[in-house]
């Protein structure tokens, strides 16, 4: 079982995301958005950080560079649906350089699973 941070700032993503990884044996802490969920990471301990990249007030680069500069930092996976003005495959091009991983929203939960996997499997 795996700690691990989701940061989303829609509800439904943050609960069917959440569902799927709590099915499949994990503990997930929520955040809406990334100034609460570094909030979240100065005072606990995550296995795997879950960070939308655009998100209203704080976006997910936030927490990309503030990870960076963590010792014995958390993997970290990217998720974007794109917004108005940027399209997911751009929010998750920036992310690419800083993130262990992305997925562009919508994905299916085999998908998510399956990386997820794949990135706490590298922590063990």
């Not at 399209?87 to 085999?110: C, G, Q, V």
């Amino acid at each position: 079982m795996a700690q691990i941070l989701l940061i989303d700032d829609m509800k439904g993503v943050r609960r069917a995301v959440s569902a799927v990884l709590k099915r499949a044996g994990h503990a997930i802490v929520e955040a809406d958005d990334s100034g609460a969920g570094l909030e979240l990471l100065k005072s606990q301990r995550f296995d795997l950080v879950i960070t939308d990249m655009l998100m209203p007030t704080h976006d997910g680069m936030e927490v990309l560079l503030f990870l960076e500069q963590q010792p014995n930092r958390p993997r970290v996976l990217a998720i974007s649906g794109g917004g108005s003005q940027v399209l997911a495959e751009e929010a998750l091009m920036l992310a690419r350089s800083k993130a262990d991983a992305t997925l562009a929203k919508p994905f299916d939960n085999a998908d998510l699973l399956a990386v997820v996997d794949r990135l706490l499997k590298v922590n063990a």
